[in-house]
């Protein structure tokens, strides 16, 4: 679906200055990009989606095959890949090649740095409406911002010369139900760098969990077991990361699933029991390969019943290590998949 030569450029955008999955994952495509004889160029964009000019680039990854474009020249020949955040961004480049990443569907609703039409937020549930709506409100009253002119709707995207690609299943349910008729697979992997061989010396009964997702109901199982030691990840490095999940048993995820989330992941190839919801691409056995008895419906799921099933893979880490073997098969293959999708995509032979 894209044309691309040797005289071709592929830029790719990312936020400025943060380290988190999907910033990574800008980096990887670029890296993979340039390892295979084709010029890309990350573009670190500020929250608003407008190109920062002296740019630098994460020591965490530095380590890719990067070039750094403080331009994008809108030619045909050229690709420009934007993703959930800055989609707006695509009516200023009216030549070049456009891919529409799909890196998470719920943060294309809750993003800052656009608005779409009122009548693609009334489809949303109340709560998520309001608070999208307040936001509208706030903007126009006290900072003069007419959030209300020079929105898109899905119905625009999915009408756009895009090529529109997905990181997750859940992603790709979301562009068919609402008819996006141009869409491939472009997932990601994870950086194995620090994976451990050893998933059973130095085990401790810890359960560890990001605050920044699902804390308020995360927090009542804590508040119902404080036998147990739980472990925020968060103000971590990653070595420091990597040494939490090398010596626990369980990690836990009861917050959202916008796409196919790392930390699981990442917890899981260093031996982690893995726990989740039923929210989002955690729904989809083919983005999160975990046994579904290790999926909570947190809406009937008795607070007694989910504490119960922690204090037996706590007790019996070593009987349940091995239903987890096929997600870290799967997380293995992840590279691979990912680089012949980005041969596909770009035709490279």
């Not at 509208?136 to 709707?153: G, S």
């Not at 056995?285 to 909570?296: L, Y």
């Not at 070593?318 to 680089?339: G, M, T, V």
Request: glycine residues 4%; neutral net charge; aromatic residues 14%.
């Amino acid at each position: 679906m894209l044309t691309v030569s040797s005289s071709s450029k592929v830029y790719v955008c990312c936020f400025n200055g943060l380290i988190t999955g999907g910033v990574e994952l800008a980096h990887q495509l670029v890296s993979i990009l340039n390892e295979n004889d084709i010029h890309a160029s990350i573009v670190y964009v500020d929250d608003k989606g407008s190109i920062c000019d002296h740019p630098k680039v994460p020591e965490e990854y530095s380590h890719y095959n990067l070039n750094v474009a403080t331009l994008i020249e809108d030619d045909p020949q050229n690709v420009l890949v934007l993703f959930e955040a800055i989609f707006h961004k695509y009516r200023e480049y009216t030549h070049c090649q456009l891919i529409f990443w799909w890196l998470s569907v719920d943060n294309f609703y809750t993003c800052s740095s656009h608005f779409l039409s009122l009548s693609d937020y009334l489809k949303l549930g109340f709560r998520e409406w309001f608070y999208q709506f307040s936001k509208r409100i706030y903007r126009l009253a006290f900072q003069q911002r007419n959030t209300f002119r020079d929105n898109f709707t899905i119905k625009e995207l999915s009408e756009s010369r895009a090529l529109n690609c997905y990181q997750s299943i859940y992603a790709q349910h979301f562009l068919l139900n609402h008819h996006f008729p141009k869409t491939l697979p472009l997932s990601d992997y994870i950086n194995t760098e620090f994976i451990t061989d050893d998933f059973s010396s130095g085990r401790e009964d810890k359960i560890l969990f990001n605050p920044k997702k699902g804390y308020a109901f995360t927090n009542k199982i804590r508040k119902a077991t404080p036998h147990l030691k739980w472990v925020k990840l968060e103000g971590m490095t990653r070595h420091q990361l990597q040494e939490q999940f090398q010596t626990s048993k369980l990690y836990v995820d009861f917050g959202n699933h916008p796409g196919k989330d790392r930390i699981p992941r990442e917890a899981a190839i260093n031996g982690c029991c893995i726990m989740t919801n039923q929210r989002g691409s955690a729904k989809n056995f083919e983005d999160v390969s975990v046994p579904v008895r290790f999926k909570i419906n947190d809406k009937k799921t008795t607070k007694e019943e989910i504490i119960a099933l922690i204090e037996e893979v706590l007790k019996n880490y070593e009987a349940y290590k091995p239903e987890f073997d096929f997600y870290r098969k799967r997380i293995l293959e992840e590279k691979k998949i990912f680089e012949m999708q980005v041969k596909a995509i770009f035709g490279i032979g």
